[in-house]
């Protein structure tokens, strides 16, 4: 539990820092090196749970939001399972971020406050991004949206589609085009 409260801690002080559009790029690296094709598998099972999430948190249901992220938690902790503990590369990589990922997962269930939600999917988000350019993903492109707010941490999200609608904001039916793409970072 003081673990859990730990991270909470550090992913609300990682989330209420000031931030730069140009700053996201240094929290996570493109290694294409480190591919793997069943790494890629298990990731696009955590794409489609972090999708699900999006969804839970763009049409503003909760209990969606809950389950989706109960069950990307599932998920994740099924792929650590399966993870050989003598291949040491799978334990720094996958492992490690994997962990990282079910932090920021574990801290969504917690929180109630939409703002604070919003916050924690926006750590999700980097957590993921970081997992996917760690492993090296290449099953499909993932689209990275950013959209500035004034004096506010920039919008972050991924999509498997260069278009998307804002999952932050329900009222906001614009369509974005994405921003960057993950494997050409």
């Known amino acids: 539990m003081k673990y859990l409260v730990f991270l909470l801690l550090v992913g609300f002080t990682a989330c209420n820092s000031n931030n ?3 700053e996201q ?37 909760s209990v969606f939001l809950l389950a989706s992220t109960r069950q990307l938690i599932s998920n994740s902790d099924s ?14 990589i996958v492992v490690a971020s994997l962990h990282a990922l079910n932090g920021e997962l574990e801290a969504l269930i917690l929180d109630t406050h939409p703002v604070a939600v919003n916050a924690e999917v926006q750590m999700l988000t980097v957590e993921l991004l970081n ?18 707010v ?17 999952p932050y904001n329900i009222l906001d039916k614009e369509l974005y085009t994405a921003s960057q793409i993950l494997q050409e970072h």
């Open 20 to 22: 730069s559009s140009t």
């Open 25 to 61: 790029n240094t929290l996570w690296e493109y290694i294409p090196q480190n591919h793997h094709d069943n790494w890629d598998q298990d990731a696009f099972n955590i794409i489609n749970g972090y999708l699900y999430v999006l969804k839970g948190l763009s049409t503003n249901d």
């Open 79 to 92: 792929i650590i399972k399966k993870v050989s503990a003598t291949d040491s590369l799978q334990q720094k």
């Open 131 to 148: 997992y996917l350019g760690q492993i090296g993903f290449q099953k499909n492109n993932i689209y990275i949206f950013n959209i500035p």
């Open 150 to 166: 004034d004096n506010k941490e920039d919008l972050v999200w991924l999509s498997l589609s260069k278009t998307s609608r804002n």
